[in-house]
């Protein structure tokens, strides 16, 4: 026969159950399927065909690498935000919106300092299609397209 008399938990026992519970929910609400695919999209990484100098990367990209004073890619589309640069490099690079080395007269984004073995950001505030260039390196040049 079941004994259906109540037991008493421990307070602990309660609490953590419902904790993980609380975890559990929240963890499924807070994406739908399209949005968990699109953070995949996001965060991939191109193919390595598509990591030489002369090709385009893969769409949503996050990070371009700096070495032997060029960019991994000559071109990347990226969403509006931030578009991470990992300095391999052992000299520094200031990255701002120009060409050949010179920054343009009004940029749209704010130009960053990137120190041997070190990374930054360039934010992207809008949609649209911008040349990147290093002020130090003039032959470091790219191109990014911000959807």
């Given at each position: 026969?079941a ?19 609380i975890?559990?929910?929240?963890a ?14 996001a ?11 002369s ?7 996050t ?42 007269a ?13 990374q ?20 470091m ?7």
């Amino acid at each position: 026969m079941a004994d259906h008399s109540p037991r008493s938990l421990r307070p602990g026992t309660t609490v953590a159950a419902l904790a993980s519970l609380i975890l559990i929910l929240a963890a499924c609400s807070s994406s739908s399927p399209s949005e968990a695919a699109g953070s995949q999209a996001a965060t991939s990484q191109p193919p390595a065909s598509q990591g030489a100098a002369s090709q385009p990367a893969a769409s949503q990209a996050t990070s371009v690498t700096m070495s032997g004073l060029a960019f991994s890619v000559a071109e990347i589309t990226v969403p509006v935000g931030p578009l991470t640069f990992i300095n391999q490099d052992s000299v520094p690079h200031i990255l701002a919106e120009g060409e050949n080395g010179t920054e343009v007269a009004n940029p749209r984004v704010q130009k960053v300092s990137i120190n041997p073995a070190s990374q930054g950001d360039l934010v992207f505030t809008a949609a649209g299609d911008y040349h990147i260039t290093c002020t130090i390196h003039a032959t470091m040049n790219m191109e990014v397209h911000v959807q």
